[in-house]
């Protein structure tokens, strides 16, 4: 008779599973991903920022539907690749949501597997209109768009400045490019062609070679479509070259590290993004519990990713359930009260209102242009 074999499991190892399931069964699992590490930091900071507030407000009322809400976090290092390895991680890990992500080029991949996944994803940052095209029904963004931003930054250029002349230069990526074409096409709208269009690579140092080809069309704007990092090269190396063109950016630009870092290069820079945050009479309190966890004042995606995770978090109160569909039907027929004023989806996702603005750098500071 053949016998069966008897396998000993270590007690400890029993114990460390048993408390790891309880710990699941026990909590609602949020997701937050974007730039949480490398020269992109700063913004994936300012999103978990204002998870981190939103979240100790809801653990300190009991959490949800009797459950502490637990954060995991997703380091995509604003890499396509590395969005959908932390995608993955986040439904295999029983997500019931996600904020973020922040860049374009990752939120569009990662969104195939939070839809696959059943998974509701709300980004507070990400404006490439193709987000929310798809006909994924499982998708939202608290901000706006860049056929949006795009007309206002055109706007600017042709009947605030008066200007015709202008180079516009992209990194070559989703957002960077994305915000770029639609500059492009309400310029050409408004019968301004650009004298020199080109892309840059993110992470490279050196710039010179595209604006030295720049500045032989003589701008009198350089637009650019991309993020702080290269936007800080940009400008110095521009004024390194002699290059007096304005420059204007949009909203991948709008942080205290361009200004910090870029110094006197910076005064005169325009950028576009949303109105001031502070004048926002239902922002008042999280500007405050900010400042008193965080020694500093809200970045810019600060309050759009703590919307983002009240809504999240309401939804399921509201609902008394995790399961996404009732989520995200929930969350699109809702005229939302938030901390950024009304806000209210149309059928793809998008926000009904979503108003850009222009700002220049003055004295050191972003000042909104009146």
């Known amino acids: 008779m053949r016998r069966g074999r008897v396998w000993f499991i270590p007690i400890a190892a029993i114990v460390v599973l048993a408390l790891t399931l309880a710990h ?5 699992k949020l997701g937050v991903a974007g730039p949480l590490t490398g020269d992109q930091g700063a913004f994936g900071q300012e999103l978990k920022n204002g998870v981190v507030i939103a979240v100790e407000e809801w653990n300190a009322k009991g959490g949800v539907l009797g459950k502490k809400i637990e954060i995991v976090w997703g380091d995509d290092q604003h890499d396509p690749k590395q969005a959908v390895a932390v995608a993955n991680k986040f439904v295999n890990e029983g997500v019931v949501g996600v904020i973020g992500h922040f860049n374009s080029s990752c939120s569009i991949p990662a969104s195939t597997i939070y839809h696959e996944g059943k998974v509701v994803q709300i980004t ?6 193709q987000f929310t095209e798809r006909g994924f029904w499982n998708l939202f963004r608290t901000i706006g768009r860049d056929d949006q931003q795009g007309v206002v930054a055109a706007d600017f250029i042709v009947k605030k400045l008066k200007k015709s002349k202008v180079a516009v230069l992209h990194d070559k990526t989703t957002y960077g490019q994305g915000l770029a074409d639609e500059t492009v096409k309400a310029l050409e709208k408004a019968k301004v062609k650009p004298v020199y269009y080109g892309g840059i690579t993110q992470g490279e140092k050196d710039h010179r070679p595209v604006l030295t080809a720049v500045r032989q069309k003589n701008p009198e704007v350089l637009f650019y479509g991309g993020i702080y990092p290269e936007a800080i090269l940009l400008t110095k190396q521009m004024r390194e070259l002699g290059l007096k063109a304005s420059f204007i950016s949009g909203d991948g630009v709008w942080t205290k590290e361009y ?3 870029s110094g ?5 820079a325009f950028i576009t993004f949303t109105p001031d945050q502070a004048k926002i009479k239902e922002a008042q309190g999280v500007l405050k519990k900010h400042k008193e966890k965080f020694g500093s004042d809200v970045g ?5 990713s703590y919307v983002a995770a009240n809504m999240l978090l309401d939804t399921i109160a509201a609902t008394k359930s995790t399961d996404g569909a009732k989520i995200a039907n929930h969350i699109r027929k809702t005229k939302w009260n938030t901390a950024l004023g009304p806000i209210q ?3 793809k996702g998008d926000v009904l209102v979503s108003p850009f603005v222009v700002w220049e750098v003055k004295d050191g500071k972003f000042v909104e242009v009146k």
């Open 264 to 268: 006197r290069d910076a005064e005169g």
């Open 345 to 347: 989806f149309d059928k």
């Open 300 to 304: 810019a995606y600060t309050v759009y």
């Open 24 to 28: 699941a069964a026990s909590t609602i």
């Open 259 to 261: 200004i910090e870092i």
């Open 124 to 129: 507070p940052a990400s404006t490439n209109p």
